[in-house]
């Protein structure tokens, strides 16, 4: 790993959130799977990194933390709980038979897997109006940053923000949606990964 910009004491506590963050998750009352409902009071105490993105965004009064399922969903909660309990909303990747007809979607494709997903979450979580901050653990080529985007955009919600645990880039999906006038904040940057070897930004 090169010794220009190691960022482990930005990336480690993010990802101690997906291991060590404990909650007990209610099942929404419409049964929704997609809405997390959630009692705070189990969560370990610990430091986390994503108190950032609370600090960044907490001025662009998001009404709401949204990821896609599944890895993101951690780091939404930790988020979402910084910035006073806002509600998470995850788009699923696969329909389920509790969720109604009643969806907007959108296509992704995951440069990583190498396959395309239907995105969707039910209109009624993602109202007209709110104000949405975006949550996820890497950005390649932002395919999965877009979708979610394209699904705020159906609904007529702003996204007020991007937060990103590793941003790959190299791969130029966080500097296309900084052209478009996104405003993306990344607890680190990777500018060039081989086998053997990773560059992290200087920050």
Known sequence: MSSDGILLSRILPAFLAVVFFSCSVKENRDGCPCVLELEMHQM?????????????????RPDLVMTVEASGIALAVATAHALGD??????????????NADQVQA???SFTHQTENMIRVEKKYLPAGCRVLIIDDFLADGEATHGMMELCEKQRATVVGVGIAIEKGFQGGGDALRAKGIRVESLATIDSMTDKDLTFRRV
Request: charged share 25%; hydrophobic share 50%.
């Open 107 to 109: 296509r992704v494709y």
């Open 86 to 99: 806002l509600p998470v909303v995850f788009a699923k990747k696969s329909p389920t038979r509790v969720q």
């Open 44 to 60: 370990q105490a610990f430091p986390v990194e994503v108190a950032v993105w609370a600090e960044e965004f907490r001025a662009d």
